[in-house]
C-alpha cells in the first residue's frame, strides 16, 4: 500500500560470509548491535541476546576483553539463533580464542591489535575457523602513524588505515572481509565511506560510532547511515545509542524500512497532534507502537487526529484510523474507507485490527 519508488543501486562488492548470512553485494542489507552485559557473566549475555533476536537482530556483536569472555563465548555461540561476532581490542590472543570457539566474525582494530605477526596468527584462526574479520577503524585510535602523516583523523586518515590492513590480510590470501571506518562526526564517517568504496570492493560495515543518547544518536546515526545507504553504500548496518541495545536495533530497522530498503516490522504514520484532534494521538501511538515494537510482519499503520490529512495518509497504509467529529472516527482496511468506530480507545480498535492482520501472515 504505501508508496516506495526506490532506485537505490546497490554497490557491487565481494560476498562475506559470517555463519549462516551472507554480506555484501545483492545480500539483504543486515541490522548489527551489541551487547552491553558482562559477556561472561552468561544469564545476562544470553538473556539480551534473546531480547535482540526478538527485536530482530541479524547479527550480534559481544566484547571479549578476557580469557574468561572468550571461554563465555562457545556456551553464547551454541544458545544464538544469530551469527555472534566477538570483538577485539589490544589482545591478538583473545582474536584466536574467538574464532576457535566459534564466532562467526572476529571485529578487529588496526590501531591496537598489533604487529604483523599477531594478525597472521590471528587469520590463520580465522581461515581455520570459517571465521570472518571486520577491519574495524575507528576515528578515536587511528594509528599514530596516519596521524602523524595527516594531523589528524581525516577521511584521507581513515581510508589510509583501513587498505593499509586490507593488504595485509590479502598478503595473507584472506579474503572474508567486511571493513568500516567509524567516526562520531557524522560528516567526517560519510566522507571516509564514500572514499572506501571507491577504493575496494569489500563490504562495508556502516555506523557513527560514539553517537551519543537516543536522540542524538538516532539523529545523527540516521543521516549518517541513511545518506550513505541512500547512495548504495553499505552492506550491515549498527546503530550506536548510549541506550538499550533494543533500540539499536529498532532505530536500525527503521532506517531501512524508511528508505524502503526494507519492509519489516511496523510502520506508523502519526500526527503531531493539535486543538483538531478528535482523540489522544500520541497515547494510542504510544500503546500501539510498545505492543507491537517486535512484530517480523511489515504492517503500516497511520494514526490521525482529524479529517485534514487523515483519509489521504490512511488510503497508503494497511490499517488507518482517521479521528471524527461526535466520535466518530474512520477506520480504513488497504486504503479503503470500512467501518465507523465510536469506541474513544483507538487502541483497542488498531490491536484487534492488527491481531487479525497478523493471523494472516
Known amino acids: 500500500m504505501e508508496y516506495f519508488q526506490n532506485k537505490l543501486k546497490r554497490r557491487k ?3 562475506v560470509t559470517l555463519g549462516k548470512i551472507k554480506v555484501g553485494s545483492e545480500a539483504p542489507i543486515t541490522v548489527q548491535s551489541m551487547t552491553n552485559t558482562v559477556t561472561h557473566n552468561l544469564e545476562k549475555t544470553l538473556k539480551q541476546i534473546v531480547a535482540l533476536e526478538k527485536a530482530g537482530a541479524d547479527l550480534i556483536r559481544v566484547s571479549c576483553p578476557d580469557e574468561s569472555s572468550t571461554k563465555a563465548l562457545k556456551k ?4 544464538a539463533k544469530v551469527p555472534i561476532i566477538a570483538d577485539i581490542h589490544f589482545h591478538s590472543q583473545r582474536a584466536i580464542e574467538a574464532a576457535e570457539a566459534g564466532a562467526a566474525c572476529l571485529r578487529i582494530n588496526p590501531g591496537n591489535i598489533g604487529n604483523i605477526e599477531k594478525i597472521k596468527s590471528v587469520v590463520d584462526a580465522a581461515k581455520k575457523n570459517n571465521c570472518a574479520i571486520r577491519i574495524g577503524v575507528n576515528a578515536g585510535s587511528l594509528e599514530k602513524e596516519f596521524i602523524d602523516k595527516y594531523y589528524r583523523a581525516t577521511p584521507e586518515a581513515m581510508l589510509a588505515s583501513a587498505l593499509k590492513h586490507v593488504k595485509i590480510l590479502e598478503s595473507l590470501k584472506f579474503y572474508n572481509t567486511k571493513i568500516s571506518v567509524k567516526a562520531s562526526n557524522v560528516q567526517l564517517a560519510i566522507d571516509s565511506y564514500k572514499l572506501l568504496a571507491k577504493a575496494t570492493n569489500y563490504p562495508l560495515h556502516l555506523g557513527i560510532t560514539e553517537a551519543g543518547s537516543l536522540i542524538t544518536g538516532t539523529v545523527k546515526s540516521s543521516i549518517g547511515i541513511g545518506s550513505l545507504l541512500n547512495e548504495g553504500i553499505g552492506d550491515t548496518i549498527r546503530v550506536s545509542l548510549s541506550d538499550d541495545p533494543i533500540n539499536e536495533v529498532r532505530v536500525g530497522i ?3 524500512n524508511a528508505l524502503g530498503i526494507r519492509k519489516s516490522g511496523l510502520t506508523i504514520i502519526s500526527c503531531p497532534s493539535c486543538a483538531r484532534q ?8 504510544k500503546k500501539i507502537e510498545h505492543k507491537y515494537s517486535g512484530i517480523k510482519k511489515h504492517i503500516s499503520i497511520s494514526i490521525l487526529g482529524c479529517v485534514v490529512n487523515g483519509p489521504g495518509e490512511a488510503k497508503h497504509v494497511d490499517l488507518g ?3 471524527g467529529g461526535n466520535n466518530n472516527h ?7 474507507k ?8 483507538l487502541t483497542k480498535v488498531l490491536s484487534d485490527l492488527i491481531e487479525e492482520n497478523l493471523k494472516n501472515e
Open 330 to 336: 474512520q477506520i480504513y482496511l488497504n486504503g479503503k
Open 254 to 256: 527503521d532506517i531501512l
Open 76 to 79: 553464547i555461540v551454541g544458545k
Open 278 to 285: 478528535q482523540f489522544d494521538v500520541i497515547e494510542t501511538v
Open 321 to 323: 484510523v482517521t479521528g
Open 338 to 345: 470500512s467501518f465507523i468506530s465510536k469506541n474513544q480507545d
Open 13 to 15: 562488492t565481494r560476498l
